[in-house]
């Protein structure tokens, strides 16, 4: 409807003051933002491309792929003397290039992106009868998962790309956490949308704030006149005012006798707008179980507990998505019944950055017999040395078994259980 020429809506409450919606609510403030913010934010569909325009939620998608992809992965197979890598075309796919236009890095980073995004991430695996040609990313919005008999098969249909159906045998699939139907997975940006929604209308909202130059909603305060001209003269002259003010970058303008005006809504500093964005990030974290430290989240942070949050960061996600993928791969690559071949990552390399306990560690594990001196060098990249004594494990001499004596030699005498030789005894009396 109309009224003084001027175009009415309905009155839609806004769920903050919709009584039937809990204030501690992210709706209720997600409406609130949205109403100061000019329509835009919370109010827009959440999805993929809008989440990601959160930097919280772009550097945590960002993140974590990029992490995932940065670990070595290796193929070894089990044999009489231990775990032994496999070199060849199983080792190329997997941690040189999964086929002719795709590096591992850029693979495993666009898996796990749509894995973190989409809530599912899905590779083909080309095969040649029984060997393995190459690893194919797919797109995750292209293909269709049905559940035929039990089994899963994968119907993908891409635009310019002809329709195939795929057997679960032949495709990587990797999904953010199963629903109850054991076909369609949850997205983290899905189920956390409310959360996202209120940090878009949020960022929204401050931008509108400062781009009006820190102008808040005015309200006209004054006798109007009667009449719908009027009312539209005094409008247009409250206008014209703060645009020529805003012009000269003048602090004071003029308003027409009789008038005055007065903000509308919150003042961002008293409606605690810096802590609620801050809070959005610590949510967006917990989201993808990311400790806020690696969000640039620093606000708690200490020397102490950013290195603990380190250690949780690889103990209780990264080593758990690590898994999750191997397994992925070991039924995928090599069947439900391999011939104890497995590929598996080398956490280790979280620390490449770390020198000093890199070389420590190494130090220890050469110590200790773990690790031969050329093993060693082999994990920084180093060539073997050529001294032979580099192949073999070493330990130090001192050590002993608890209860024995110790090696002949020590301290420059006689083992101490040895009996004495011809003339030591009588040396001693004497």
Same mark, same amino acid.
């Given at each position: 409807?109309?009224?003084?020429?001027?175009?009415?809506?309905?009155?839609?409450?806004?769920?903050?003051?919709?009584?039937?919606?809990?204030?501690?609510?992210?709706?209720?403030?997600?409406?609130?933002?949205?109403?100061?913010?000019?329509?835009?934010?919370?109010?827009?569909?959440?999805?993929?491309?809008?989440?990601?325009?959160?930097?919280?939620?772009?550097?945590?998608?960002?993140?974590?792929?990029?992490?995932?992809?940065?670990?070595?992965?290796?193929?070894?197979?089990?044999?009489?003397?231990?775990?032994?890598?496999?070199?060849?075309?199983?080792?190329?796919?997997?941690?040189?290039?999964?086929?002719?236009?795709?590096?591992?890095?850029?693979?495993?980073?666009?898996?796990?992106?749509?894995?973190?995004?989409?809530?599912?991430?899905?590779?083909?695996?080309?095969?040649?009868?029984?060997?393995?040609?190459?690893?194919?990313?797919?797109?995750?919005?292209?293909?269709?998962?049905?559940?035929?008999?039990?089994?899963?098969?994968?119907?993908?249909?891409?635009?310019?790309?002809?329709?195939?159906?795929?057997?679960?045998?032949?495709?990587?699939?990797?999904?953010?956490?199963?629903?109850?139907?054991?076909?369609?997975?949850?997205?983290?940006?899905?189920?956390?949308?409310?959360?996202?929604?209120?940090?878009?209308?949020?960022?929204?909202?401050?931008?509108?704030?400062?781009?009006?130059?820190?102008?808040?909603?005015?309200?006209?305060?004054?006798?109007?006149?009667?009449?719908?001209?009027?009312?539209?003269?005094?409008?247009?002259?409250?206008?014209?005012?703060?645009?020529?003010?805003?012009? %000269? #970058?003048?602090?004071?303008?003029? =308003?027409?006798?009789?008038?005055?005006?007065?903000?509308? +809504?919150?003042? @961002?500093?008293? /409606?605690?707008?810096?802590?609620?964005?801050?809070?959005?990030?610590?949510?967006?974290?917990?989201?993808?179980?990311?400790?806020?430290?690696?969000?640039?989240?620093?606000?708690?942070?200490?020397?102490?507990?950013?290195?603990?949050?380190?250690?949780?960061?690889?103990?209780?996600?990264?080593?758990?998505?690590?898994?999750?993928?191997?397994?992925?791969?070991?039924?995928?690559?090599?069947?439900?019944?391999?011939?104890?071949?497995?590929?598996?990552?080398?956490?280790?390399?979280?620390?490449?950055?770390?020198?000093?306990?890199?070389?420590?560690?190494?130090?220890?594990?050469?110590?200790?017999?773990?690790?031969?001196?050329?093993?060693?060098?082999?994990?920084?990249?180093?060539?073997?040395? %050529? #001294?032979?004594?580099?192949?073999? =494990?070493?330990?130090?001499?001192?050590?002993?078994?608890? +209860?024995?004596? @110790?090696?002949? /030699?020590?301290?420059?005498?006689?083992?101490?259980?040895?009996?004495?030789?011809?003339?030591?005894?009588?040396?001693?009396?004497?």
């Amino acid at each position: 409807m109309k009224l003084f020429g001027f175009d009415i809506r309905r009155e839609e409450r806004a769920a903050v003051e919709n009584p039937a919606v809990p204030l501690n609510s992210a709706a209720a403030w997600a409406s609130l933002f949205q109403s100061w913010g000019g329509g835009s934010g919370a109010g827009a569909a959440v999805t993929v491309e809008t989440a990601l325009g959160v930097p919280a939620v772009f550097s945590a998608v960002s993140f974590l792929s990029r992490t995932m992809a940065t670990l070595p992965l290796h193929a070894y197979r089990h044999t009489e003397k231990g775990a032994t890598r496999i070199k060849g075309g199983i080792q190329t796919l997997i941690h040189e290039a999964p086929n002719a236009e795709w590096t591992s890095f850029d693979w495993r980073e666009y898996l796990f992106w749509q894995a973190f995004t989409e809530g599912r991430g899905l590779s083909w695996i080309e095969r040649s009868g029984t060997n393995l040609v190459g690893i194919w990313p797919m797109v995750t919005a292209c293909t269709t998962i049905r559940l035929q008999n039990g089994r899963k098969t994968y119907v993908y249909a891409e635009e310019g790309v002809p329709t195939k159906t795929y057997p679960a045998s032949d495709v990587i699939d990797l999904p953010f956490a199963l629903k109850s139907d054991r076909v369609t997975a949850y997205s983290p940006i899905d189920k956390c949308r409310n959360a996202i929604g209120l940090a878009i209308a949020m960022e929204a909202y401050a931008g509108n704030f400062f781009k009006g130059g820190g102008v808040p909603p005015l309200a006209l305060v004054g006798q109007l006149g009667t009449g719908n001209e009027a009312i539209k003269r005094s409008i247009n002259d409250v206008h014209r005012a703060i645009e020529v003010a805003r012009s %000269s #970058n003048k602090p004071i303008f003029p =308003l027409p006798a009789s008038y005055d005006l007065k903000p509308v +809504g919150i003042d @961002p500093e008293k /409606g605690q707008m810096g802590e609620a964005r801050l809070m959005q990030i610590q949510e967006i974290a917990r989201a993808f179980q990311l400790p806020p430290v690696f969000l640039q989240d620093l606000s708690k942070g200490t020397f102490a507990n950013t290195e603990q949050q380190d250690l949780f960061f690889v103990k209780h996600l990264i080593g758990q998505w690590a898994k999750k993928f191997e397994q992925q791969m070991n039924l995928k690559l090599f069947g439900q019944r391999n011939s104890g071949r497995y590929v598996e990552h080398n956490l280790d390399g979280l620390q490449r950055g770390d020198f000093k306990s890199r070389i420590e560690g190494l130090a220890r594990a050469i110590q200790t017999a773990q690790m031969t001196p050329d093993e060693a060098r082999a994990l920084e990249n180093r060539p073997a040395h %050529s #001294n032979p004594a580099a192949k073999e =494990l070493l330990v130090q001499g001192a050590t002993v078994v608890l +209860g024995s004596s @110790p090696p002949a /030699g020590h301290n420059g005498g006689p083992p101490l259980d040895d009996p004495p030789k011809d003339g030591q005894e009588n040396d001693a009396e004497a």
